[in-house]
């Protein structure tokens, strides 16, 4: 079925930010019930209004047009002298991808759609063909998500639950808990990353937080 749409992002890092962040953005995200939603670091784009600002502020990064590690955008950001620490910064960003993708979190939020899901006019009658290829696929996400002891609770528990209490949903339930097979190990690269950017930023901090006056939008 492909990735949701719309899909909820939020950006860390901004002038306007007094403390952290992080236990907000995860809160509305939980409360919300949002399984698939993307976080970023903020970026500086070149030829926009906060470029130009950050330009003649003297807080835009040499090659700040350039993605350090090639096309990550997840890894990426920050391009700039920031109000807050770096690692302030960091330290939130990694919390929340670390948080909304605990497998617990995000099975749970799962279930959470999925028993709220009205399918009630949906009339899906699948040829053989396609039935045979949807089962294949179901055997092969079974295995990867039902067997491994990181998820195998959580993902037999949100397939029963939804489907006994909303079957009409079970399809769409179980497209949501195949996603995690790409955002589970991606999540992890990510803090991964970001771990070694704070660790980096305590042992040779390359620049200073910029003064609060500069904060303006």
């Keep these: ?14 002038d306007e930010e007094k403390g952290s962040v992080a236990p907000g953005i995860i809160d509305c995200i939980e409360e ?7 976080t970023g670091l903020l970026f500086a784009l070149p030829m926009t209004q906060m ?6 502020e003297g807080r835009l990064h040499e090659d700040f047009d350039v993605l350090p590690g090639g096309d990550d955008q997840f890894t990426a950001g920050l391009n700039f002298d920031t109000c807050r620490p770096r690692a302030d910064i960091l330290n939130d960003y990694l919390q929340i991808v670390e948080s909304v993708y ?38 092969r996400m079974a295995i990867k998500l039902g067997v491994p002891g990181e998820t195998r609770g959580l993902f037999w528990r949100v397939f029963v639950k939804a ?3 909303n079957p009409g949903s079970l399809r769409y ?14 999540s992890k690269y990510v803090a991964e990353r970001t771990r070694a950017a704070i660790a980096n930023e305590k042992t040779s901090p390359s620049r200073v937080a910029a003064p609060r006056s500069a904060a303006r939008r």
């Excluded at 470029?51 to 003649?56: D, E, F, I, P, V």
């Excluded at 279930?111 to 009339?123: A, I, N, P, Q, T």
């Design 163 to 165: 489907a006994w209490n």
């Design 32 to 38: 919300a019930g949002m399984p698939v939603n993307m």
């Design 1 to 14: 079925m492909g990735l949701p749409r719309p899909v909820p992002g939020f950006i860390v890092g901004f």
């Design 173 to 186: 339930t179980g497209s949501l808990m195949a996603l995690y097979l790409h955002f589970g190990p991606f």
């Design 102 to 139: 605990a497998p617990e979190n995000y099975f749970n939020r799962v279930l959470k759609v999925g028993l709220l899901l009205d399918s009630s006019r949906r009339r899906y009658r699948p040829s053989f063909r396609k039935l045979v290829k949807e089962l294949r696929g179901f055997w």
């Design 51 to 56: 470029t130009r600002r950050l330009s003649k």
